[in-house]
Nanobody, 122 residues
Framework: QVQLVESGGGLVQPGGSLRLSCAAS????????MGWYHQAPGKQRELVAA???????NYADSVKGRFTISRDNAKNTVYLQMNSLKPEDTAVYYC????????????????WGQGTQVTVSS
């Protein structure tokens, strides 16, 4: 089993920055595809950014050029640097880990953290 613990959320003014961190338990963090999702009140959870074990990244169109996802495999941690924040970025941000191994070699495919609130407001 993998446990994910997010940190770094909070209240920030429009145009400000935050860095979210997600620390993962377990010894095979480096093989996971890691992602950040967000969920605003009354809306579905959506992918914000993801990074593969090889370092390839993809971003939601709404955050391209403003957010950067990165990972430190030595620390079992994934980060989301959020710059030029907008009120519409306000949401609970969830860390996600996906185990790419075949079904017979893994316990679960998807793991989720408990979420951290990001509020962008003046």
């Amino acid at each position: 089993q993998v446990q994910l613990v997010e940190s770094g959320g909070g209240l920030v003014q429009p145009g400000g920055s935050l860095r979210l961190s997600c620390a993962a338990s377990g010894s095979i963090f480096s093989i996971y595809t890691m992602g950040w999702y967000h969920q605003a009140p009354g809306k579905q959870r959506e992918l914000v950014a993801a990074i593969t074990s090889g370092g390839s990244t993809n971003y939601a169109d709404s955050v391209k050029g403003r957010f950067t996802i990165s990972r430190d495999n030595a620390k079992n941690t994934v980060y989301l640097q959020m710059n030029s924040l907008k009120p519409e970025d306000t949401a609970v941000y969830y860390c996600n880990a996906k185990d790419p191994r075949p079904t017979g070699l893994r316990k679960k495919y998807d793991y989720w953290g408990q979420g951290t609130q990001v509020t962008v407001s003046s």
